[in-house]
Nanobody
Framework: VQLQASGGGLVQAGGSLRLSCAVS????????MGWFRQAPGKEREHVAS????????LYADSVKGRLTISRDNSENTVYLQMNSLIPGDTATYYC??????????????????WGKGTQVTVSS
């Protein structure tokens, strides 16, 4: 299984970005998925996660109401819509997948597959 995140960039505070995570090698319906981020000098932290069916979603408190996770199983892709961005959102964002038996997904130790990150920088 390969995961490829894309969509990062430089944006001003208050702006928006949409991250995508394309999954290849196996059908995405076999996995619960998540987004994590790591800021310089900090540990990687959970951002959002979604069950294979989309009927279970979790967010970190710091992003509730601003970031939205979704998935399109027909496209084998997971998304992270990021609105009202703040400088504190600056980080490298990673998508990850976990076997269906694992839920909830709020710690990196529960994830089975990782993609390379995409950088998000929010200027003030």
């Amino acid at each position: 299984v390969q995961l490829q995140a894309s969509g990062g960039g430089l944006v001003q505070a208050g702006g928006s970005l949409r991250l995508s995570c394309a999954v290849s090698g196996r059908n995405i319906v076999n996995y619960n998925m998540g987004w994590f981020r790591q800021a310089p000098g900090k540990e990687r932290e959970h951002v959002a996660s979604i069950k294979w069916s989309g009927d279970g979603i979790l967010y970190a408190d710091s992003v509730k109401g601003r970031l939205t996770i979704s998935r399109d199983n027909s496209e084998n892709t997971v998304y992270l819509q990021m609105n009202s961005l703040i400088p504190g959102d600056t980080a490298t964002y990673y998508c990850a997948g976990a076997w269906l038996s694992k839920w909830p997904l709020t710690t990196e130790g529960r994830m089975d597959y990782w993609g390379k990150g995409t950088q998000v920088t929010v200027s003030s």
